[in-house]
């Protein structure tokens, strides 16, 4: 089991940062994607960004690129999220992912709630 701790969310007013943080622990094996994706309420949980290890390629959302930036260190489990120019829309629960292991299994955290006032 792999158990994904997220951190760094907050209210933030338009225009300002964040930075997200998400920790993994247990037996994680061999991390084959990472990524963040966050739900708004009453919508769907949309990807915002993800990353394949070993070289592989970066996704961004189209409503956050040149804004945020993910980034992941895999000797140490950790991964980030940036987010600059912040916006109302941007208001959701963010959410860590970890696609794991030859069967592709997922994994998430529990959420951190990110907060933009106007």
């Known amino acids: 089991q792999v158990q994904l701790v997220e951190s760094g969310g907050g209210l933030v007013q338009a225009g300002g940062s964040l930075r997200l943080s998400c920790a993994a622990s247990?037996?994680?094996?061999?991390?084959?994607?990472m990524g963040w994706y966050r739900q708004a309420p009453e919508k769907q949980r949309e990807l915002v960004a993800r990353?394949?290890?070993?070289?592989?390629?970066?996704i961004y959302a189209d409503s956050v690129k040149g804004r945020f930036t993910i980034s992941g260190d895999n000797s140490k489990n950790t991964m980030s999220l940036e987010m600059n120019s912040l916006k109302p829309e941007d208001t959701a629960v963010y959410y860590c992912?970890?696609?794991?292991?030859?069967?592709?299994?997922?994994?998430w955290g529990k959420g951190t709630l990110v907060t933009v006032s106007p």
């Open positions: 992912n970890y696609v794991v292991g030859r069967f592709l299994t997922n994994y």
């Open positions: 990353m394949a290890t070993g070289g592989g390629s970066t």
């Open positions: 247990g037996s994680i094996g061999s991390i084959k994607a």
